[in-house]
Nanobody, 126 residues
Framework: QVQLVESGGGLVQAGGSLRLSCAASGRSFSRYPMGWFRQAAGKEREFVATIRWSGGSTYLADSVKGRFTISRDTAKSTVYLQMNSLKPEDTAVYYC???????????????????WGQGTQVTVSS
């Protein structure tokens, strides 16, 4: 089993920044690439970013490229999502999850992910 706990959400004005954290624990979590997804009210969950523990390769959705950065601290077993230049349309609940699908990386399909965290709310005011 893998346990994931997100933190760092909150309310921020447009143009501001937030850093989300996802602390991982459990057996073999470092085997799985990690991903961030978000779900706005009334919308489907969408892929944001993914990272590999080994080597730290990253991939981001086009909608956040140039504004968001995904990183990891292997010593702390934590994945981060640094969000800059936030826009009201970034408002959503953000989730981290482990890609257990074994599919070719990067995998932006949420159905390949398991061990979802509880989510953290990000609200961007205009």
């Amino acid at each position: 089993q893998v346990q994931l706990v997100e933190s760092g959400g909150g309310l921020v004005q447009a143009g501001g920044s937030l850093r989300l954290s996802c602390a991982a624990s459990g057996r073999s979590f470092s085997r799985y690439p990690m991903g961030w997804f978000r779900q706005a009210a009334g919308k489907e969950r969408e892929f944001v970013a993914t990272i590999r523990w080994s080597g730290g390769s990253t991939y981001l959705a086009d909608s956040v490229k140039g504004r968001f950065t995904i990183s990891r601290d292997t010593a702390k077993s934590t994945v981060y999502l640094q969000m800059n230049s936030l826009k009201p349309e970034d408002t959503a609940v953000y989730y981290c999850a482990a890609d257990v699908s074994g599919r070719r990386w990067p995998n932006g399909n949420q159905f390949g992910y398991a061990y979802w965290g509880q989510g953290t709310q990000v609200t961007v005011s205009s």
